[in-house]
C-alpha cells in the first residue's frame, strides 16, 4: 500500500498497530526487523514466499502499548525501542502541571571538557543525520540529476519533510537552540546537560550510556523544532530524554528492586537517589519524576 500511495498521489502509507506488546516481536517482525533501520532499505529487500519487495524510505509504523499488563505481555527489547520514538500519552485526568521538585540539593561538578565528543560526534553525526536525503524510485536510488527530473509520484525520501534536509539549516537551527534553551544551571546548554545526565549515572555505576542514545535525543529535539518551532521549549528536551535515555534504566532495575527488598545493596539505591537529584539539579525535574516513578514501577515500561 506504501509503493501503490507513493505511485499514485506522491503519499506513502503508513501501518498502525494497537497494543503492539501484545505480541511477540522477534516472531511477529521476522526479517522486516532490520528493514525498519531505513540504513537498509536500500541495500536489502523484503522476502515473502517466492517474491520480494523493497520498504520505502518513508515508510513508518505508528504503535500503542499496554503499560499495565506487563506480566502478561512482551517486553520490547533495546533494539526494538531504539527504532522508535517512544512518547507518553498521559490521561486527561491527570494534572500536568510541573512544580518544583522536592529533592535535596545536590552540588553539580563544573561542565567538563568534552572535547570531540561533544563537537565531532555528537553535533556533527546529528547534522549529517537530520540533512541526509536519499530519494528512492521503485527501490532504486536517485541521482541528484535524477532527483530533479523525476516525477513527485512515486518518489521516496526518508526525511518526512525533506525541505528541512539541508545541512546548513539544521546547523543554524541546531547553534538557536542552544542559544535559546538558556535556563540551565551554570549556563549549560540543553547538550550539556544531555551529556553530563549520561556521565553522572554512569559513574554512580548504575548505567552506562552509549553517545547513539544522545545523538538520537538531540536529533529529536532538532527535528521537532523544525516541524513546530514555536512550540520547542525545556519541556522539549525532556521528553526526549524519557523517550531515548531512560529506557536504559531498565537494566538497573533488577538490581534495584532486590535491594529494596531483601535490604543489602543500600550503594545502588543511594546511587539511583543521587542520579535522581542530579536530574533535578540539571533541570530535568520531569526526568526525575520518571525515575522516581521508575522506582516504584520497577521499570520503563
Request: hydrophobic residues 40%; aromatic residues 10%.
Amino acid at each position: 500500500m506504501c509503493q501503490q500511495g507513493l505511485r499514485s498521489d506522491g503519499r506513502p502509507a503508513w501501518l498502525i498497530i494497537d497494543e503492539l506488546n501484545r505480541a511477540n516481536l522477534d516472531q511477529s517482525f521476522g526479517e522486516i526487523f532490520t528493514l525498519l533501520d531505513p540504513d537498509y532499505r536500500d541495500t536489502k529487500r523484503l522476502q515473502y514466499g517466492d517474491n520480494s519487495a523493497y520498504l520505502p524510505n518513508s515508510f513508518r509504523i505508528i504503535a500503542t502499548m499496554n503499560t499495565y499488563d506487563r506480566a502478561q505481555l512482551f517486553e520490547l527489547g533495546y533494539a526494538f525501542r531504539r527504532r522508535f520514538a517512544i512518547v507518553d500519552v498521559g490521561t486527561l485526568l491527570a494534572d500536568e502541571t510541573s512544580g518544583s521538585s522536592d529533592e535535596d540539593d545536590i552540588d553539580l561538578p563544573p561542565v567538563p571538557d568534552y572535547g570531540s565528543l561533544r563537537d565531532d560526534i555528537i553535533e556533527d553525526s546529528v547534522i549529517e543525520s537530520l540533512s541526509h536525503v536519499q530519494i528512492l524510485f521503485e527501490g532504486t536510488p536517485l541521482s541528484a540529476e535524477e532527483q530533479t527530473k523525476q516525477s513527485p509520484f512515486g518518489r521516496d525520501a526518508y526525511p518526512i519533510e525533506p525541505s528541512y534536509a539541508d545541512a546548513a539549516l539544521v546547523r543554524e537551527q541546531l547553534t538557536s537552540i542552544c542559544s535559546d534553551l538558556d535556563h540551565y544551571p551554570d549556563e549549560r546548554d540543553f547538550i550539556d546537560v544531555l551529556i553530563q545526565f549520561c556521565f553522572i549515572a554512569a559513574d554512580n555505576d548504575l548505567v552506562e550510556i552509549g553517545q547513539a542514545m544522545v545523538i538520537d535525543a538531540v536529533k529529536f529535539i532538532v527535528a521537532y523544532s523544525l516541524l513546530f518551532p514555536d512550540e520547542l521549549d525545556h519541556g522539549t528536551v525532556e521528553q526526549a530524554v524519557t523517550s531515548y535515555i531512560l529506557p536504559q534504566f531498565d537494566i538497573v532495575m533488577p538490581e534495584l528492586r532486590q535491594a529494596e527488598t531483601i535490604g543489602t545493596g543500600n550503594e545502588v539505591i543511594a546511587n539511583f537517589n543521587q542520579t535522581v537529584q542530579a536530574a533535578s539539579a540539571l533541570g530535568l525535574d520531569a526526568v526525575a519524576s520518571q525515575l522516581r516513578e521508575m522506582q516504584a514501577t520497577r521499570g520503563f515500561m
